[in-house]
């Protein structure tokens, strides 16, 4: 039922937001230039690696080396405005119907994360990642990640279709009041080095 949901609501969003999708691809193409898309290897069901792909947020700033500056420095006014209304996170919709993704679970993060998770942490990938999760309604970026990570786990033991449709209801008045956007003093959050002291 929510694999049937999840590409049901995920096609009609698409075929619903196609207008908005199309006025920020070229707002984006204006302000930061090409490319519009920003895609990633992140790890999907069961650790997995699958290309997700989202709206592009950032400039292309390098230093004098060539390495990609720090994300406060390659965040534009734009970028933030993408990210707090989540306008970002709509080409995901494409990951739900592939069936890489689902509409809730817990967010895909970084491949070079994997090794770094607990036993109990890696349970986050025992579902498909979510383009919205429980964590994410719960504080998203304002949240440790010990806290995020309990959170995601939590979902995983306890999921259901109703509680993903509760999910997905507080997400959208979440995105109206734009909460837990980034963590404090970073422009989006802070690197997990795992369990190490």
Same mark, same amino acid.
Not at 44 to 65: E, H, I, N, W, Y
Not at 125 to 150: C, Y
């Given at each position: 039922?929510?694999? !049937? ?7 009609? %969003?698409? #075929?619903?937001?196609?207008? =908005?999708?199309? &006025? &920020?691809? !070229? ?6 230039? @090409?490319?519009? #898309? ?25 230093? @004098?080396?060539?390495?990609? #500056? ?12 993408? +990210? ?11 990951? =739900? ?5 689902? $509409? =809730?679970?817990?967010?895909?993060? !970084?491949? /070079?994360?994997?090794? $770094?998770? @607990? ?6 990938? /025992?579902?498909?990642?979510? &383009? ?10 304002? !949240?440790?990640?010990?806290? *995020? ?15 993903? #449709? ?7 008045? *979440?995105? =109206? ?7 404090? %003093? /970073?422009?989006?959050?802070? *690197?997990?080095?795992?369990? +190490?002291?």
């Amino acid at each position: 039922m929510k694999r !049937l949901f999840d590409v049901v609501a995920a096609s009609l %969003g698409l #075929l619903a937001l196609s207008p =908005v999708m199309l &006025v &920020v691809a !070229l707002l984006i193409r204006r302000r930061l230039g @090409s490319p519009v #898309l920003f895609t990633q290897v992140r790890p999907g069901l069961g650790g997995k690696p699958f290309k997700m792909v989202k709206f592009r947020t950032m400039r292309d700033a390098v230093d @004098s080396q060539g390495n990609a #500056l720090p994300d406060d420095q390659r965040m534009t006014p734009f970028g933030s405005f993408l +990210r707090a209304t989540s306008l970002d996170e709509l080409p995901e919709l494409w990951n =739900v119907i592939k069936g890489e993704m689902s $509409l =809730v679970g817990p967010r895909p993060l !970084l491949m /070079e994360y994997l090794p $770094l998770y @607990s036993a109990e942490q890696y349970r986050r990938h /025992e579902v498909r990642p979510g &383009v919205t999760g429980w964590a994410q309604i719960n504080g998203r970026n304002a !949240l440790s990640w010990e806290d *995020k990570f309990k959170l995601d786990v939590w979902y995983v033991a306890n999921r259901s279709f109703w509680l993903d #449709l509760k999910i997905i209801f507080l997400t959208l008045k *979440k995105v =109206v009041r734009r909460d837990g956007i980034s963590a404090a %003093g /970073e422009a989006t959050m802070s *690197k997990f080095s795992g369990n +190490r002291p």
